[in-house]
């Protein structure tokens, strides 16, 4: 019976998880199965990252993933490199990260046999590969599969595909100390050379940094363990409290690498794992264990090396932020000399005006525009002006290639790192009042039910685009509603205000076209964090002032009636792609169950609490190479091609259309896309874990700086709060019920979990949240739900 099983499981060229040797902590392995042997027994398997094959027995199969997108089985060819590309993706995710993902997760029924008192919640490995890669094919898979692995004291995977979650965490093993190298000679008079030298680089950075801890330590009345600094000054004589950028940067940088635990057991030299013993032994009162990283992290804030409120999800990152100059220059020569507009003969002219809707007039990224055109019989056509950003940036140029790196732009609350220079998006690309604009448009007749009958997509040039704000939109929109057109037109919208007012009505149309196609709305709110940059008394950078509040435009009229012209313009564009059969990016989502209208009497609440229950249901859209359905938008076909300025996936999209439209050569294959995706979704995953941790961040460095003000309540800091989430748990051993929430924060916009409550505060209930405790740099916030 067992042989038979697996013959239908693990035919030839399915993919799986192998544990080659019988130990329970034996590595996980991709493999190919090639077939059975001794008798059904034993799997014969190809192992792609050692070209090598193995026969293991049928009980070291731990589970099977799934095929290829674009074929029924995998290929030895096309695993080659698979596995150091998970395990990459798996490295780029943070125990942090880990640890925020454990908070949220409740988990779902326990498959049969694994329900216990220590694991009373699991979730599917493919909520884990979503969660934290917004996809579920076989690469996200082993990828949460390791990442999860590599924190046992949160969870335990099992050979079922469900993650089991610990109710609290597991004693941590204790992380390996910080080393000392005490290597000897390495041999060789010249290598005797460097290491004496190193030897001496390393004593005075160790002398330089003990006399800044002095200084800093003596102002809190902290008395450093270890040389004083008059028994220093006698050995070394005056020291230069300036850092030296050569001589002491790899000893910072070392010191950095403990605090960011980039390398678990980093070595540190002698000298500078004496110092930082002798920190954490003057600083951390005896009962206190203190690990390395955060030993290291406290003493780079004391050197003023770091800031206090320092960003480590940023410092991990492993990207350069910074636009590298040769980029600049590059961009630079293309506004001087720009390039011959190879479609200059199949551009229509566009003299109509055109509303480009953004935050700020200001904005230095407008990729789109909108207009509308009326018919004599009473239909209008939807334009859609999207930037022309391939004509400057070409097919694997120099700054197609940064792009492409990049991926997208990258928007934290310390910066902005664009996906193109500045000076190219600004000078030559944003859509700016007053200045032509080569562009791509994508116009779809619309009819009264809001349904697309009949679209077109074109090269073009904008001869009349107009900037204006979501702000300026929502005031006019609401005076009209207010006291009718005569009372709007006291906003000044440009002249505009008839077409807007259109634009909205259609907006209208369409969000009802889809919703009767079963989309669903996940709109959820979000902190909005801003810093605001503050100068020292000594001139240097101070500590930036933090403002953070709840979005409230999410769902304002004009991002809804931006968002609808966008989707049209993605729909009519996978639309020409699939009729066509051209190389594409599809974004597809499979259906997931609607939530129904809850019984909760604040309207607010109930569209918070439904609409977060309903991305709980949902599965992640994905980016697949054939068409498919996106049920969330209740579209037949979808593709993201509205902001090439700033998404790297649009830009390509853009070359395929334009290849199309005007009969010039195919810039991509078939293969080009499929091989592209995998690169493109995973540093997009990437972007959105940074720009979600730093968020995170900051919300809870708001919350600890409310803490620790001076004449903070006696009482601490409390917040208004929202229940979102309720999960019952029951205790075997003594029958006890508790209850763990997930709840928003109401002023802030930002969602966390509290854990063991005593009581069911009901969903949909609002409440107070007291702070017990918050460290930004752990992700950890501690907070008690006061009871009614």
């Known amino acids: 019976?067992?042989?038979?099983?697996?013959?239908?499981?693990?035919?030839?060229?399915?993919?799986?998880?192998?544990?080659?040797?019988?130990?329970?902590?034996?590595?996980?392995?991709?493999?190919?199965?090639?077939?059975?042997?001794?008798?059904?027994?034993?799997?014969?398997?190809?192992?792609?990252?050692?070209?090598?094959?193995?026969?293991?027995?049928?009980?070291?199969?731990?589970?099977?993933?799934?095929?290829?997108?674009?074929?029924?089985?995998?290929?030895?060819?096309?695993?080659?490199?698979?596995?150091?590309?998970?395990?990459?993706?798996?490295?780029?995710?943070?125990?942090?990260?880990?640890?925020?993902?454990w908070s949220e997760a409740q988990g779902g029924p326990l498959p049969p046999g694994e329900a216990s008192e220590r694991h009373p919640f699991a979730v599917p490995l493919a909520r884990v590969a979503t969660s934290l890669f917004q996809a579920e094919g076989a690469l996200?898979?082993?990828?949460?599969?390791?990442?999860?692995?590599?924190?046992?004291?949160?969870?335990?995977?099992?050979?079922?595909?469900?993650?089991?979650?610990?109710?609290?965490?597991?004693?941590?093993?204790?992380?390996?100390?910080?080393?000392?190298?005490?290597?000897?000679?390495?041999?060789?008079?010249?290598?005797?050379?460097?290491?004496?030298?190193?030897?001496?680089?390393?004593?005075?950075?160790?002398?330089?940094?003990?006399?800044?801890?002095?200084?800093?330590?003596?102002?809190?009345?902290?008395?450093?363990?270890?040389?004083?600094?008059?028994?220093?000054?006698?050995?070394?004589?005056?020291?230069?409290?300036?850092?030296?950028?050569?001589?002491?940067?790899?000893?910072?940088?070392?010191?950095?690498?403990?605090?960011?635990?980039?390398?678990?057991?980093?070595?540190?030299?002698?000298?500078?794992?004496?110092?930082?013993?002798?920190?954490?032994?003057?600083?951390?009162?005896?009962?206190?264990?203190?690990?390395?990283?955060?030993?290291?992290?406290?003493?780079?804030?004391?050197?003023?090396?770091?800031?206090?409120?320092?960003?480590?999800?940023?410092?991990?990152?492993?990207?350069?932020?910074?636009?590298?100059?040769?980029?600049?220059v590059e961009a630079e020569r293309l506004i001087r000399s720009p390039p011959v507009d190879l479609l200059k003969p199949l551009r229509v002219s566009m003299k109509s005006p055109a509303l480009a809707i953004d935050n700020r007039v200001d904005a230095s990224d407008v990729d789109d525009a909108v207009a509308i055109e009326v018919l004599a019989d009473g239909r209008e056509w939807l334009h859609v002006h999207v930037a022309d950003v391939s004509q400057w940036v070409t097919h694997n140029s120099l700054l197609d290639r940064f792009a492409r790196d990049r991926s997208s732009s990258i928007y934290l609350p310390e910066l902005v790192a664009p996906m193109l220079p500045v000076c190219l998006a600004t000078k030559a690309l944003s859509l700016f009042e007053g200045i032509p604009r080569d562009a791509m448009t994508f116009s779809a007749l619309i009819d009264a039910d809001g349904a697309v009958s009949d679209y077109r997509i074109f090269a073009s040039t904008l001869e009349n685009p107009r900037q204006i704000t979501y702000q300026k939109v929502d005031d006019f929109l609401d005076a009209k509603d207010a006291g009718g057109y005569e009372n709007a037109k006291k906003v000044n919208v440009g002249g505009q205000g008839s077409a807007l007012v259109r634009l909205w009505e259609l907006a209208k149309r369409r969000t009802?076209?889809?919703?009767?196609?079963?989309?669903?709305?996940?709109?959820?709110?979000?902190?909005?964090?801003?810093?605001?940059?503050?100068?020292?008394?000594?001139?240097?950078?101070?500590?930036?002032?933090?403002?953070?509040?709840?979005?409230?435009?999410?769902?304002?009229?004009?991002?809804?009636?931006?968002m609808e012209c966008m989707l049209v313009a993605g729909e009519i564009a996978a639309r020409y792609a699939a009729e066509r059969k051209l190389p594409f990016i599809f974004r597809c989502q499979v259906p997931a169950a609607k939530v129904p209208p809850m019984k909760i009497d604040d309207p607010e609440a109930e569209s918070v609490v439904r609409n977060y229950q309903q991305v709980l249901l949902a599965r992640a859209a994905v980016s697949m190479p054939v068409p498919s359905a996106h049920s969330g938008l209740g579209l037949p076909q979808y593709a993201q091609v509205t902001s090439p300025i700033r998404r790297y996936s649009d830009l390509v999209l853009h070359r395929v259309l334009k290849d199309a439209v005007s009969g010039l050569p195919a810039t991509y294959s078939a293969h080009h896309i499929r091989n592209m995706m995998p690169q493109i979704s995973q540093r997009a995953a990437s972007i959105q874990r940074l720009q979600r941790s730093s968020e995170r961040f900051w919300v809870l460095e708001h919350i600890r700086r409310q803490l620790a003000a001076p004449g903070a309540r006696p009482e601490g800091v409390v917040l208004e709060a929202t229940i979102l989430r309720v999960n019952r748990v029951l205790s075997k051993a003594s029958g006890t019920i508790t209850f763990n929430v997930n709840i928003l924060l109401n002023d802030l916009g930002h969602i966390d979990a509290v854990r063991g409550l005593t009581f069911n505060p009901g969903v949909g209930t609002r409440v107070k949240a007291s702070v017990t405790s918050v460290n930004p740099h752990s992700g950890v916030l501690d907070l008690v739900i006061l009871p009614r």
């Not at 192992?47 to 799934?66: D, F």
């Not at 005075?204 to 008395?223: K, P, S, V, Y």
């Not at 996940?522 to 240097?540: F, H, Q």
């Open 140 to 328: 996200e898979l082993f990828a949460g599969l390791t990442a999860v692995s590599r924190v046992p004291e949160l969870f335990q995977p099992t050979n079922s595909g469900a993650i089991l979650l610990f109710p609290t965490p597991r004693e941590p093993p204790a992380p390996a100390k910080p080393q000392v190298d005490e290597s000897g000679d390495a041999g060789g008079a010249e290598e005797r050379l460097k290491k004496m030298l190193a030897s001496v680089s390393e004593r005075r950075f160790a002398a330089r940094a003990r006399l800044r801890l002095l200084e800093q330590l003596g102002i809190d009345g902290i008395t450093l363990q270890g040389p004083t600094r008059v028994e220093l000054e006698k050995v070394w004589g005056p020291v230069d409290l300036s850092w030296d950028p050569v001589e002491d940067a790899k000893f910072i940088g070392g010191m950095e690498n403990v605090a960011l635990g980039a390398a678990q057991g980093y070595t540190l030299h002698k000298e500078t794992q004496e110092l930082l013993g002798h920190f954490l032994a003057s600083t951390t009162p005896a009962n206190v264990k203190v690990f390395a990283n955060q030993a290291a992290m406290d003493m780079l804030v004391r050197l003023r090396v770091w800031r206090s409120d320092e960003n480590l999800h940023l410092r991990r990152s492993p990207r350069d932020l910074e636009v590298p100059p040769e980029a600049t």
């Open 1 to 101: 019976a067992r042989s038979a099983q697996v013959k239908v499981e693990l035919e030839p060229g399915a993919l799986v998880v192998v544990a080659l040797m019988d130990s329970a902590k034996a590595p996980r392995r991709l493999a190919l199965v090639k077939g059975l042997a001794q008798g059904g027994s034993h799997v014969l398997l190809h192992l792609p990252e050692e070209g090598r094959q193995a026969a293991v027995r049928t009980s070291n199969i731990k589970m099977r993933l799934p095929s290829p997108p674009d074929a029924a089985k995998w290929s030895i060819e096309g695993l080659q490199g698979l596995e150091k590309q998970s395990r990459e993706l798996s490295d780029s995710v943070s125990d942090e990260q880990l640890k925020a993902f």
């Open 512 to 562: 009802a076209y889809r919703f009767g196609r079963n989309a669903f709305d996940i709109t959820l709110p979000r902190s909005n964090v801003r810093l605001l940059p503050s100068i020292a008394a000594d001139g240097s950078k101070g500590t930036p002032e933090l403002l953070i509040r709840k979005s409230e435009d999410a769902s304002s009229r004009s991002r809804l009636l931006v």
